[in-house]
């Protein structure tokens, strides 16, 4: 499903969620604390089908033009747990608002690990 904006005028705009899922991954590492991303259960079988996922360690749901991002991380031992996902969340949302002018409706951080 493509989340879509129309300006009557000019003709309609579609986003799909691979964008979503480019502009996601890239403010979650950007995060201070982040040390990568991590596969989740379905890239990883899509991989192991030869076919490419950009979206490692995102996932990005679209119904009825609202968006919700499940994030799988691993954080450096220093960072603070709590805190880092709290940035990661904001980070997400803005980059997205910003982006593409559609509102998120949740972030949900999974720690998948973390890195000494």
């Known amino acids: 499903m493509n989340l879509q904006t129309i300006n009557e005028n000019l003709g309609r705009v579609e986003i799909s969620p691979e964008v979503i899922e480019v502009v996601a991954s890239i403010a979650a590492t950007e ?29 990005v749901d679209t119904k009825n033009d609202t968006i919700s991002v499940s994030v799988y991380v691993s954080l450096f031992s220093h960072a603070n747990v709590h805190k880092t996902a709290v940035k990661i969340q904001k980070n997400i949302t803005n980059s997205i608002k910003n982006m593409t002018n559609f509102e998120v409706k949740d972030v949900n951080v999974h720690i998948i690990n973390i890195k000494s």
Request: no cysteine.
């Open 31 to 59: 995060t201070k604390g982040v040390h990568a991303l991590q596969n989740n259960f379905a890239s990883g079988n899509f991989e192991k089908l030869g076919k490419k996922y950009r979206g490692k360690g995102i996932k």
